[in-house]
């Protein structure tokens, strides 16, 4: 090591790293259960991604009184996950959804209203009324920035906790002793400073990686910190090959439009002019699932048939809807469009391009948020996973739009009763000898003053062209070989690194480094997942398998990583059989739209 690197030390029972809507709402009840809990975050907390969100938290309140009940929304998760997800732990989010929402109305959420003073709830892809016979209006939505009030109620409320926050501290690695998460080690990007967390309890709550493709809804903060301590921890990560891509980012910037404009009664034409969702999916149209719209706008353009000069995007039409809804219920989209499209959404279409948004895998976890490793019963002590940087599995195959949201105050409140129940507050911890983050300062140091001739940024484009190209809607044996060729090329370039600034404060330069080395980590299991599994399911389509395969794929995907980047995998079953028995099993069928 060029230099030494002076510790500073706290203790904490609980440290949770990441402050979006997960994070925080674990935060909140840990710390209102006693817990000393400290927030570890790269960001302002009001700047995590859940900010991004747009149009709604679903649950079944039936505020629009169209007959919606839990149940509904449970059978819906269950089909939009292609039968992936696990129904118990489903029966847990959808029947646990109205309470999150009431609280987060008490909590002061300034969810829009109906004319009766009612939280307000909007139709979307993939959300029926008695299994699919009609549309459900079940998004309860702060206009199109619900994310936004959520994400910014949530850290009032951990505030009020007093949960302490360390905010630009950017966690490096989980301390492992004996298979026990011990605590993190952070760099303080705005002292330089390096810091050792001690923890009986580490909560990952760090988001998804969606910057591993060149074209995503994720902020440039969606490096997957979390799930890639967890590989480099030696454990596996959950069902990495399904990443959702969202029908609609704007074409060129990747920025989202809500599926909420759809809901609102928004559509899409093809260079045609033909609203082209009615071939595809007679009954939903538009609002069919994710997966199924993002797989018509390719196929949409594949043929020919895609809008612009260069026939590449479809048209998203809203300049039918009345202005002053657009101005009450979309005033975020109608912003962005303005500001990433050029366009006036009362005139004229948004160009819009199927574009990755979400990571249905990551850490391996249960219903309480405790990580697992292959049973579900085999809990890694003093490690919990949350939000999109866990696989719990609700989402499956494929996420319905709404139910991230849900996802997060559901499960971030069941790890928070979790941890009230097994852990003690204040109890001693034991000393952390330096030998388990001496690896982590070995290659931190080393990073910092790598002396290469390529710029981080370089090799990122590659990395995120070479997952754009080989791994996206469609999916093919050949291409995602040639994908792993690339990988490898990249993963090269990695060790010709240049880091200009030697610096600890503030050295973005180190930090995005640091991501990278996070991203390629997680672009390897994707791929090497998305090749093994010879099916189509949910987000995975593979041209050269175009159907499900129950017989040998009705399984969760576990994924390791060695320090040669080889990807082993192991496999979970997935659980058919609800939690109680409230609710009948959705057994196996075909999706029909
Ligand atoms: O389209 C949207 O508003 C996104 C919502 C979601 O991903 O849940």
């Known amino acids: 090591m060029t230099q030494s690197y002076p510790i500073h030390t706290h203790e904490y029972d609980v440290v949770i790293v990441g402050a979006g809507g997960s994070g925080l709402r674990a935060a909140l009840g840990m710390s209102a259960a006693g817990l000393k809990t ?153 002292d330089g400073s390096i810091h050792i967390f001690r923890a009986h309890m580490v909560v990952l709550a760090t988001g998804g990686y ?15 910190d979390g799930n890639a301590m967890v590989l480099r921890a030696g454990l596996p990560l959950q069902d990495m090959e399904f990443i959702q891509i969202h029908p609609t980012g704007i074409y060129g910037a990747g920025c989202l439009i809500s ?44 043929e020919g048939r895609g809008c612009g000069p260069n026939k590449e995007y479809a048209d998203l039409h809203l300049e039918h809807l009345d202005p002053a809804i657009l101005h009450e219920r979309l005033p975020g989209i109608s912003e962005t469009a303005r500001i990433f499209a050029g366009v006036d959404v009362t005139k004229e279409p948004i160009p819009v391009v199927p574009t990755v948004h979400y990571n249905m895998g990551g850490i391996p976890t249960n219903i309480h948020g405790e990580v697992v490793t292959k049973t579900g019963a085999d809990v890694v002590p003093g490690l919990m996973a949350l939000g999109e940087a866990a696989c719990v599995s609700v989402h499956g195959a494929n996420r319905l739009g709404t139910n991230s949201l ?18 003690t507050p204040g109890k001693p911890h034991k000393d952390i ?35 754009q190209a080989h791994c996206m809607v469609f999916r093919r044996e050949d291409i995602m070989k040639k994908g792993l060729v690339e990988l490898a090329k990249v993963q090269k370039s990695m060790a010709n690194i240049r880091i200009n600034d030697h610096s600890l404060v503030w050295n973005t330069d180190l930090l995005e480094a640091w991501e990278l080395k996070n991203l390629m980590a997680q672009c390897w299991v994707t791929l090497e997942s998305a090749l093994q599994r010879q099916e189509s399911r949910g987000g995975h389509a593979r041209d050269d398998f175009p159907d499900r395969d129950d017989k040998k794929w009705l399984h969760h995907t576990l994924a390791r990583l060695d320090t040669k980047n080889k990807v082993t995998f192991d496999t979970r079953p997935v659980s058919l059989t609800p939690m109680t028995k409230d609710v009948e099993p959705v057994p196996l069928m075909k999706r029909v739209y």
């Open 259 to 302: 599926e909420g404009a759809r809901g609102e009664g928004g559509y899409l034409t093809n260079s045609l002019g033909e609203r082209f969702m009615e071939k595809y999916a007679p009954k939903a149209k538009d609002l069919a699932s994710r997966d199924v719209v993002s797989r018509a706008i390719a196929v949409e353009v594949l």
């Open 433 to 467: 000898s330096p030998d388990l983050y001496a690896r982590t300062l070995n290659e931190f140091d080393q990073l910092r003053y790598a002396h290469g001739d390529i710029f981080t940024g370089e090799i990122r484009t590659s990395m995120q062209k070479t997952m």
């Open 38 to 190: 400290a927030c570890v975050t790269k960001v302002f907390p009001t700047r995590s991604h859940t900010v991004a969100a747009q149009g709604g938290i679903s649950a079944a309140i039936n505020n629009m009184k169209d007959g919606d009940d839990w149940r509904y929304h449970f059978y819906d998760t269950i089909k939009g996950s292609d039968w992936l997800g696990d129904q118990d732990a489903i029966e847990y989010m959808c029947r646990n959804a109205i309470q999150a929402v009431v609280e987060l109305e008490h909590m002061g959420v300034p969810f829009s209203r109906t004319e009766d003073g009612t939280i307000y709830q909007r139709p979307f892809g993939g959300h029926t009324i008695n299994h699919g016979e009609s549309m459900a209006k079940r998004a309860c939505a702060a206009a199109d920035r619900t994310g936004h009030a959520i994400l910014h109620t949530l850290y009032q409320q951990s505030l009020a906790h007093h949960t302490q926050f360390f905010v630009e501290y950017f966690a490096l690695d989980l301390i492992m002793e004996d298979g026990v998460c011990r605590g993190v080690i952070a760099w303080c990007l705005d």
């Open 210 to 224: 969606g910057r591993t493709f060149f074209s995503c809804t994720g902020a440039h903060i969606c490096t997957g």
């Open 406 to 423: 849900l996802d997060l105050v559901v499960f971030g409140r069941a790890a928070a009763i979790r941890a009230a129940e097994i852990m």
